[in-house]
């Protein structure tokens, strides 16, 4: 059942929509261009971006993540 693109897609569903909880907490407002950006990360990226919020102060800082990744 994993393996199943349902699966899969449905995860990255719930992935995404944790970290855009984060970030609008941690940055407010996510401009539509970094949003755009986000959606196009796959799981183990929206993971790595989940933990890097922790460390974020502003939205520079989503932007140079964004950058890098």
Known sequence: ???SVIY???QQEK???IVMRLLRR???TVPPA???KIQAL???QLDDLAEA???FS???DLEAWLAQN
Do not use: P, W, Y
Request: net charge negative; charged share 30%; proline share 0%.
């Open 1 to 3: 059942m994993r393996e």
């Open 8 to 10: 899969q897609d449905i």
């Open 15 to 17: 992935a995404l929509s």
């Open 26 to 28: 941690k940055v407010g």
């Open 34 to 36: 970094q949003l755009l």
């Open 42 to 44: 796959d799981s183990t």
């Open 53 to 55: 919020v922790l460390d």
């Open 58 to 60: 502003d939205l520079s």
